[in-house]
């Protein structure tokens, strides 16, 4: 069964509605709400897994998963495979993924292929081109150029005062990534969206691999967002 959750509603709350009780001289006031959703999100490292876990869902269950190491295609082929020995029934399914332009043409036709046989299958796929950190880095500024990864890299260790190569890739800071960019003042998710739609609607007729700088993340990072904690 789906994790529960529990929130209050407001108009409840002003309506007096007598499921509300009070405790003592601390009083909480709680609704339980059954999570009617449940997706899985495939990703090829523990940056995207621990970041989409962070979101503050309600009515949806994220399993997410860290695939790293492997081919794009490959991640597609083990996406499936995930699939067919769970028990659980996903309503969705993300892949996330993105492609190192310095890997050459091999990488190209593999981030294509991977591409077009996850849509075939019906999964939604939140590629990114150079890097998934394009995603964070549009939090800040909107850029049309295509950097490497490394741009990336250096601008988010100047920003969090730290190797980010190195130092941002641990566990214990993947963990705080969202919040970072929640409390950030220099930070908006909201421009962050409207940059990568329009980035992505600049490029869109193009082939996957020639689509750069872009990130569908914004795709999954709209749909969480609508399931959040009001």
């Known amino acids: 069964m789906p994790k529960r959750t529990r929130?209050?509603?407001?108009?409840d709350v002003k309506a007096q509605k007598p499921w509300l009780k009070k405790i003592g001289d601390s009083s909480y006031l709680v609704e339980e709400v059954e999570t009617n959703?449940?997706?899985?999100?495939?990703g090829e490292g523990q940056?995207?897994?621990?970041?989409?876990?962070?979101f503050p869902v309600i009515t949806l269950t994220v399993e997410a998963i860290d695939l790293k190491g492997q081919s794009k295609l490959k991640l597609i082929e083990s996406t499936t495979s995930i699939i067919e020995n769970s028990d659980t029934k996903y309503d969705e399914i993300w892949c996330v993924f993105d492609m190192d332009v310095k890997q050459g043409e091999k990488?190209?036709?593999?981030?294509?292929?991977?591409i077009t046989s996850g849509k075939s299958l019906g999964y939604k796929i939140a590629y990114s081109n150079d890097s998934f950190e394009l995603w964070f880095y549009l939090h800040f500024n909107y850029t049309?150029?295509?950097?490497?990864?490394?741009?990336?890299?250096e601008f988010l260790g100047k920003q969090w005062n730290l190797n980010y190569k190195k130092?941002?890739?641990?566990?214990?800071f993947c963990q705080t990534i969202y919040s970072k960019l929640e409390s950030d003042e220099y930070?908006?998710?909201?421009?962050a969206i409207e940059s990568a739609?329009?980035?992505?609607?600049?490029?869109?007729?193009?082939?996957?691999?020639?689509?750069?700088?872009?990130?569908?993340?914004?795709?999954?990072?709209?749909?969480?967002?609508a399931n959040k904690r009001k």
Do not use: C, M, W
């Open 197 to 225: 739609k329009k980035l992505f609607n600049k490029q869109s007729t193009l082939p996957y691999h020639q689509q750069n700088p872009v990130s569908l993340v914004y795709e999954l990072v709209n749909y969480l967002n």
């Open 47 to 54: 940056t995207e897994k621990l970041y989409f876990e962070s």
């Open 7 to 11: 929130a209050i509603k407001k108009t």
């Open 187 to 191: 930070a908006s998710q909201e421009n």
């Open 144 to 153: 049309e150029q295509k950097h490497h990864r490394t741009f990336y890299y």
């Open 107 to 114: 990488e190209f036709s593999d981030f294509d292929n991977a």
């Open 37 to 42: 959703k449940t997706i899985l999100i495939v």
């Open 167 to 172: 130092d941002g890739k641990v566990y214990k």
